[in-house]
């Protein structure tokens, strides 16, 4: 049986939520207790934060979707201008950086999100009948 509330995060749209940083379940409690760690539990209706696992999907994503973006730029500012390779170092390195480090929180939250919605949980293996072997 699902709530009012619960009706309500799952309507929020993804981005919207992830950026927000509130609990998946009843879209009033926040994730995060610092800038990237979770709480242990909602405040507002107690739901255990901790069963969830992004581990370090978000900052994977967000290496290989900035990265990309990041190259696709120094390949456009080196055919276009072709500056020194030191403009390069100074201009991509921090640049990469610091939109890692900023969408970071919204990708872990993004992803905590996605997993309370598809109640993704760790992978377990039905068990399996077992066959005497027949190698005599």
């Not at 201009?91 to 992803?111: D, E, G």
Request: glycine share 6%; charged share 15%.
């Amino acid at each position: 049986m699902t709530t009012s509330a619960d009706q309500t995060a799952r309507a929020t749209p993804l981005v919207r939520a992830a950026l927000a940083a509130r609990c998946p379940r009843c879209d009033v409690g926040p994730l995060f207790d610092g800038w990237v760690r979770f709480a242990p539990r909602c405040r507002a209706c107690g739901l255990d934060i901790n069963q969830f696992n992004v581990g370090d999907g978000p900052a994977a994503f967000l290496i290989l979707i900035v990265g990309g973006l990041v190259t696709a730029l120094a390949l456009f500012l080196q055919l276009a201008a072709s500056p020194p390779f030191w403009v390069h170092i100074l201009l991509w390195v921090p640049l990469t950086t610091v939109l890692v480090v900023l969408c970071l929180r919204a990708s872990k939250a993004a992803l905590l999100i996605l997993e309370y919605r598809n109640q993704a949980r760790e992978g377990r293996l039905a068990a399996q009948p077992t066959v005497p072997d027949e190698t005599t």
